[in-house]
């Protein structure tokens, strides 16, 4: 089982930045994928972004959500077992709880959440 914690979340105003952290532990497989993951208030859980692990010192490759892309990056370093979400020039629509994701071949697991607000 892997686990996952999330941080960085917070209230911005629009156009602004933060930097989203998860760091996960346990039983890590070398080939896995993590991601970002957002709900917002009556609305289903999206994907925001992915990063595969292509080699174990590397990181991988990643897919955005058309809404992000261009604005948010997201990172990996798995010597360090974290992922990181960089997200610049917020909108209010951004507004959602995050959520850090790990999927191997295996398991899948889901962090907490962290809250995003983004004010206009």
């Known amino acids: 089982q892997v686990q996952l914690v999330e941080s960085g979340g917070g209230l911005v105003q629009t156009g602004g930045s933060l930097r989203l952290s998860c760091a996960a532990s346990?039983?890590?497989?070398?080939?896995?994928?993590m991601g970002w993951y957002r709900q917002a208030p009556g609305k289903s859980r999206e994907l925001v972004a992915t990063?595969?692990?292509?080699?174990?010192?590397?990181?991988?490759?990643?897919s955005y959500a058309d809404s992000v892309k261009g604005r948010f990056t997201i990172s990996r370093d798995n010597t360090k077992k974290t992922v990181w979400l960089q997200m610049n020039s917020l909108q209010p629509e951004d507004t959602a709880v995050y959520y850090c994701?790990?999927?191997?071949?295996?398991?899948?697991?889901w962090g907490q959440g962290t809250q995003v607000t983004v004010s206009s």
């Open positions: 990063v595969s692990s292509i080699r174990f010192t590397s990181g991988g490759s990643t």
């Open positions: 994701n790990y999927r191997d071949l295996r398991s899948e697991s």
């Open positions: 346990g039983s890590i497989s070398n080939l896995n994928t």
